[in-house]
Nanobody
Framework: QVQLVESGGGLVQPGGSLRLSCIASGFTFRYYRMNWYRQAAGKERELVAGITAGGSPNYTDSVKGRFTISRDNAKNMVFLQMNSLKPDDTADYYC???????????WGQGTQVTVSS
């Protein structure tokens, strides 16, 4: 059974930091591209950051220089370090695993991040 379980969300003041974690099970993690998406109230879900099976990261422009995605294949985990948080970063954050060749697309339940003073 495939599972992606996120943790680490919460309430933080502007300028603060959070580290999101996602632990995966039920599939061969090291072969999958891992992504973090977010969805703010009333907005569409957007890709925030991704990391390839080989470890190459990419980011949406609005988080470049502030967020860092990383993975630990030994622990089947992916992380999102979020620094210099802004109110616009407030959203539900979702962990996603993709392997296009196998038409595999798995999602976690999400973790809420609120940036407010």
């Amino acid at each position: 059974q495939v599972q992606l379980v996120e943790s680490g969300g919460g309430l933080v003041q502007p300028g603060g930091s959070l580290r999101l974690s996602c632990i995966a099970s039920g599939f061969t993690f090291r072969y999958y591209r891992m992504n973090w998406y977010r969805q703010a109230a009333g907005k569409e879900r957007e890709l925030v950051a991704g990391i390839t099976a080989g470890g190459s990261p990419n980011y949406t422009d609005s988080v470049k220089g502030r967020f860092t995605i990383s993975r630990d294949n030994a622990k089947n985990m992916v992380f999102l370090q979020m620094n210099s948080l802004k109110p616009d970063d407030t959203a539900d954050y979702y962990c996603n695993a993709k392997r296009i060749a196998y038409q595999a697309d798995y999602w976690g339940q999400g973790t809420q991040v609120t940036v407010s003073s």
